[in-house]
């Protein structure tokens, strides 16, 4: 079936300090694992995606690692900002189709 | 703006109305979904289409929601006789299918609300 576990739901970081959110997925046919970024009132914006023949990527300050045997994948923000407080969705897709969310992490900042 | 736009913003209807929301995903993008969400969840698919084919239809879209991409450009979805359940922001994405391309661009959203 499709299903993706997040977790946790709620995290509240020092600034300065690393974040880590991490999801499960079911569909050992997922290849594309992205990740959104929502802030309140505002749409879902892309913040950083990976496909499966590749293991770990990285933007800057933000990485995502995937392990396709556990069939987990994870979100590292290092060095948090006040504007990285926001709600992180994560999500997996069998291909060029639709995307199956995770249920958000909301990510407080504290200055 | 170039980026997806929806209409309207915003729906305030009575139960048991129709609704009809437009999305006009980015102009070279091939890829259409819809999603709804709801307060402190995930967008959850609801149906998307290539061109002007439907696709895939989520097995939980009842069978009051019907969508249309008739020129394979804008899409519609309507809803009949709304019910209070279906009070949700209905997002509109876009894609560009292709080798390497899959990344979904969201638009604003339509906020629905069922008295």
């Known amino acids: 079936g499709e299903n993706v576990e997040q977790h946790p739901s709620t995290l509240s970081v020092q600034e300065g300090d690393s974040a880590v959110i991490k999801c499960t997925y079911s569909?050992?046919?997922?290849?594309?694992f992205p990740w959104y970024k929502q802030e309140l009132g505002k749409r879902p914006q892309l913040i950083i995606d990976?496909?499966?023949?590749?293991g770990e990527k990285k933007d800057q300050r933000i990485a995502v690692t995937l392990n396709k045997t556990a069939k987990h994948f994870s979100l590292h923000i290092t060095e948090t900002q006040p504007e990285d407080s926001a709600v992180y969705f994560c999500?997996?897709?069998?291909?060029?189709?639709?995307?199956?969310f995770g249920t958000g992490t909301k990510l407080q900042v504290i200055p | 703006d170039t980026g997806v736009s929806q209409d309207p913003r915003h729906k305030i209807t009575k139960r048991g109305q129709n609704v009809t929301f437009r999305c006009d995903p980015i102009?070279?993008?091939?890829?259409l979904y819809w999603y709804r969400q709801t307060l402190g969840q995930g967008p959850e698919f609801l149906t998307y289409?290539?061109?002007?084919?439907?696709?895939?239809k989520s097995r939980l879209l009842s069978d009051r929601f019907s969508a249309e991409r008739p020129k394979g450009s804008f899409s519609t979805l309507e809803i009949q006789r709304t019910e209070q359940g279906d009070s949700a922001m209905y997002l509109c994405?876009?894609?560009?299918?292709?080798?390497?391309?899959?990344?979904?661009?969201f638009g604003p959203g339509t906020r629905l609300t069922v008295l």
């Open positions: 994405a876009s894609s560009l299918a292709g080798l390497a391309d899959n990344e979904q661009f």
């Open positions: 569909d050992s046919a997922s290849n594309y």
């Open positions: 990976i496909r499966s023949n590749v």
């Open positions: 999500g997996y897709s069998g291909g060029y189709q639709k995307v199956t």
């Open positions: 102009s070279e993008h091939n890829r």
């Open positions: 289409f290539q061109n002007e084919a439907q696709l895939e």
